[in-house]
Structure formats: C-alpha cells, structure tokens
C-alpha cells in the first residue's frame, strides 16, 4: 500500500502549516482505515473526529453490521471528541475541552476537575449537540463525530461552526460561500 503524499494539519503547534483540503482529508481517512486492516498494530486519529464518519461507511460499504462496527476500536470512539469524553489538564492546572482547543473552563487549583468538566459552560455547551452551527448541525454523523470544535474555533472563532476540513455535506444541502 503506497504511502500517500504527507497532509499537514494548521492547529495548536501547526498553526503556520498550509492546511489540507477536505478531499486530501478524506483521502488520508480512507488510507489509514484500509492501512488499519492490515497493520500489527492499532491505528487511532488525534483531532479528526470525521475519520468516524469515513470508517463507518467504509464499513458499512464491506457490509459489516452496525452493531459489530460499535465493537471496533474506532466504534468505541464514537461520540467522543472536544469537551466530551476528553479533558486536557495544563501543566499549571488550567483545565481545557483538549489540548488544542485554547478555551480555558478553569482551574484545578480552584476547582474540582469534575465540576469543571460537568458543569462549566464550554463544557456543558461543547457537549450540546444542538449548539452546532452550519453544516455540523444537519449533518448524519453529528453524534459518532460532532467534527473539530478546535479546528472550528482556528478557522472562525467559534467552536460551534462546522468544522471546515470536513468535505460531507448533508443530504439536500449545499455549502453557502462568499
């Protein structure tokens, strides 16, 4: 299997990197996954959470039921993403929805890291799906993937908008530009 031209991704340390295009995005997803079957090893994502929606049709296509793709490693993961299911804890205690998302919810010097994660805004915001904007609020995958909130909040200053790597548009939709 051919190793594909190299994509990089303008986030957090990556901020001065060209970004890739949401085809190049899907074309890497659809690699790792086929890369994923065979290798000695498991093949997780860090920051692409539409690497879900590509593997679940992908193995939808392979005509793997629903209820076994649940069981898979990247199943497991779905739903999980920003804010939900992760946390990312500063070395100074300052308490954030991951480590690319550079919104702060608190501090676990002050305060406890479940309360912060139960009940502080951007938390309690970044888990409430009808909160999405854009594309990311129509879209079919919304629960086993939610898209970026960090690569949201790069690209527009809110993590809520869609998250612009992420070429799926919902059935009857076109993306408004300009």
């Known amino acids: 299997m051919p190793f594909p031209k190299l994509y990089k991704v303008e986030m957090g340390r990556g901020e001065t990197l060209e970004e890739i295009t949401p085809t190049q995005c899907d074309e890497t997803h659809q690699w790792l996954y086929t890369l994923s079957k065979i290798s000695p090893f498991m093949i997780r994502t860090t920051e692409a959470p539409s690497f879900r929606r590509v593997t679940l049709t992908m193995m939808q296509e392979e005509g793997i039921n629903t209820k076994n793709i649940v069981h898979t490693p990247v199943g497991r993961g779905f739903g999980i993403r920003d804010g939900n299911g992760i946390m990312f804890i500063s070395h100074i ?85 300009g």
């Open 93 to 177: 205690g300052d308490v954030y929805p991951s480590g690319f998302l550079p919104l702060r919810a608190g501090n676990i010097r002050k305060e406890s890291p479940v309360a912060i994660y139960r009940e502080s805004e951007l938390f309690v915001h970044s888990r409430d799906l009808s909160r999405l904007k854009g594309k990311c609020s129509r879209c079919l995958y919304r629960f086993i993937c939610g898209g970026s909130r960090a690569r949201a909040w790069a690209a527009t200053r809110d993590y809520m908008e869609s998250d612009p790597i992420c070429p799926y548009q919902p059935a009857g939709q076109q993306e408004i530009t």
